[in-house]
């Protein structure tokens, strides 16, 4: 995944600080199931930003279905933000479909939460001042409208400081939440086969 220096996108020579980050974020590798993708960033936010995309999808017959989305963006301010105490803030969305029974669980909320926050301790990724939201929202479709007559979807929406430039590491840590709302088992755990039988086997 190269790494594009922006201001706005458009930037020249961006800080060292803001380079090496943009580096180090270029040596994550996706797991296979989730396509990772440059978008524009926002242009206003920061002076320096850098964007990506990534999306989980399924094969339904001859349909390839999005289950879950999600962007990632990095802002860089070398003279510092007062909000973010600090130069460097993660912005994450994510929304994924999910179980229709868990839309009345008060509980999924912060169980969501702490996806983010243990992926973040997990993968080492130093960082303060994290805030954001969990919500949960049920749709009924009707009339000629594609899809399931009825879908239930998490978004997680997520700010925090980090600190250092190893942003590798909140790229990962991100890429897992999507993970666990997309409902992708543990990276190297095959589910199995329709017919009961493995569909492969876990990697050691």
């Known amino acids: 995944m190269d790494h ?3 201001r706005g996108e458009a930037a020249v020579d961006p800080p060292a ?10 040596t994550v590798s996706p797991r ?3 396509v990772v993708e440059h978008i524009p960033a ?6 320096y930003a850098h964007a990506v995309a990534a999306r989980v999808s399924e094969v339904v017959g001859d349909d390839d279905s999005e289950i879950a989305t999600g962007r990632f963006i990095v802002l860089h ?3 510092g933000h007062p909000a973010w105490d600090g130069t460097t803030r993660c912005v994450g969305y994510l929304s994924a479909g999910t179980d229709e029974q868990l839309v009345d669980d008060e509980l999924f909320s912060e169980v969501a939460w702490s996806w983010l926050v243990d992926a973040l301790d997990e993968n080492g990724a130093d960082h303060h001042a994290i805030g954001g939201t969990v919500t949960r929202t049920a749709s009924t479709r009707f009339g000629d409208i594609a899809g399931p ?3 239930v979807d998490v978004e997680i929406r997520a700010s925090w400081t980090a600190e250092g430039t190893d942003l590798d590491r909140h790229l990962g ?3 897992g939440v999507l993970s666990h709302a997309a409902g992708l088992p543990p990276p ?6 329709p017919a009961g039988s493995a569909a492969g086997s876990s990697g050691s």
């Open 149 to 151: 007559e009825h879908a």
């Open 77 to 79: 301010d070398p003279a």
């Open 17 to 26: 600080e803001f380079r090496a980050a943009l580096e180090a974020m270029a």
């Open 4 to 6: 594009l220096p922006s």
């Open 173 to 175: 840590a991100w890429l």
């Open 42 to 47: 926002p242009q206003r936010l920061a002076p």
């Open 188 to 193: 190297g755990v095959h589910l199995l086969g």
């Open 32 to 34: 296979p199931e989730i």
